[in-house]
């Protein structure tokens, strides 16, 4: 299983981005698919873990200013950051769990919020 992820870019506090994460296998046979961050010098933080129901876990420090969703045609995991803050400044990366398989990650992309 492949994953790309994509959407990273630098943004003013308040602002907002979109992250893709694009798999190579059809999404609804994937367990789990997770969003994590990472920023330097700290632990990996897990963010948002969507079942293959659709259902959604946000993390304390994100919820209710992000946003889980897929495109299923074209097996596409989002992440909708709104009302960033320079402390969601991290490399996100998706991860994605198959039970039996194991779990794949995609490449990071950076995302920088200016205070």
């Known amino acids: 299983v492949q994953l790309q992820a994509s959407g990273g870019g630098l943004v003013q506090a308040g602002g907002s981005l979109r992250l893709a994460c694009a798999t190579s296998?059809?999404?609804?046979?994937?367990?789990?698919m997770r969003w994590y961050r990472q920023n330097r010098g700290k632990e990996r933080e897990l963010v948002a873990t969507?079942?293959?129901?659709?259902?959604?876990i946000y993390s304390a420090s994100v919820r209710g200013r992000f946003t889980v969703s897929r495109d299923v045609a074209d097996n596409t995991m989002y992440l909708q950051m709104d009302n960033l803050k320079p402390e969601d400044t991290a490399v996100y990366y998706c991860?994605?769990?198959?039970?039996?398989?194991?779990?794949?990650w995609g490449q990071g992309t950076q995302v920088t919020v200016s205070s």
């Open positions: 991860e994605a769990e198959i039970a039996g398989w194991g779990q794949y």
């Open positions: 296998r059809k999404i609804l046979t994937i367990d789990y």
């Open positions: 969507m079942g293959s129901g659709g259902g959604v």
